[in-house]
């Protein structure tokens, strides 16, 4: 989703092809023989088989929106940072919690527990900013948003009565953004 959100927030024209990861086609296996999605072969044959990477190549082609904030060092270093935690930290805590019983060391519950320091730190970001970094979407809103999204899905009871309010707030400006719902639509 964050590929795909990147791409459509760049305006590059790419073929989105479905599939099943239960039944990998040939084609997909023949240029990602690790067979993950998403995937972009480039129109010079370059394999990019990691979502943030596919964000950075899309927008470093165009970034009307100026979610890399190209201009500001510190913007893009926070964002780095923060995406990186996401990323190596928490996304790993959330397969736990998501998939706890392929985990069974630990309870869904402390699965949750654990990845919850990744929710009050964005939280007391968006204490100051509607987004994480500022007042406008950015690359950090659109790559850290999709797992929030799942997070808060695996129990949206209890995360609705959290004391996260702010990243409440910030799920659901995601959630109705323009760019999510035309992804959305897209790949439906």
């Keep these: 989703m964050r590929a795909r959100m990147a791409i459509y927030s760049a305006g590059i024209e ?3 092809i479905e599939v099943s990861l239960k039944a990998k ?3 997909l296996l023949d240029c990602s023989p690790k067979g993950t999605v998403p995937v972009v072969v ?3 044959g370059e394999i990019i088989e990691q979502s943030r990477d596919i964000m950075l190549w899309a927008l ?3 970034d009307p929106g100026h979610w890399l904030a190209i201009k ?3 913007k893009q270093q926070e964002m780095r940072q923060l ?3 996401c990323d190596e930290e928490f996304k ?3 397969d736990r919690y998501k998939y706890f019983d392929r985990h069974p060391e630990q309870s869904q519950n402390e699965y949750r527990k654990q990845a919850e320091f990744f929710l009050k730190k964005l ?6 900013h509607k987004f994480l970094i500022d007042e406008h979407m950015r690359f950090a809103d659109a790559a850290i948003f999709p797992f929030i999204r799942q997070f808060a899905a695996l129990d949206n009871i209890w995360f609705s009565e959290s004391s996260y309010k702010n990243l409440q707030g910030w799920l659901q400006t995601c959630i109705s953004s323009e760019i999510f719902l035309a992804v959305m639509q897209k790949s439906k």
């Design 25 to 27: 086609p040939q084609s």
């Design 72 to 74: 500001d060092q510190q």
């Design 14 to 16: 790419v073929e989105q």
């Design 60 to 62: 470093n082609q165009s």
């Design 123 to 128: 939280d007391d970001k968006l204490s100051t």
């Design 42 to 44: 480039t129109v010079n």
């Design 83 to 85: 995406v990186d935690c």
């Design 92 to 94: 790993p805590l959330l």
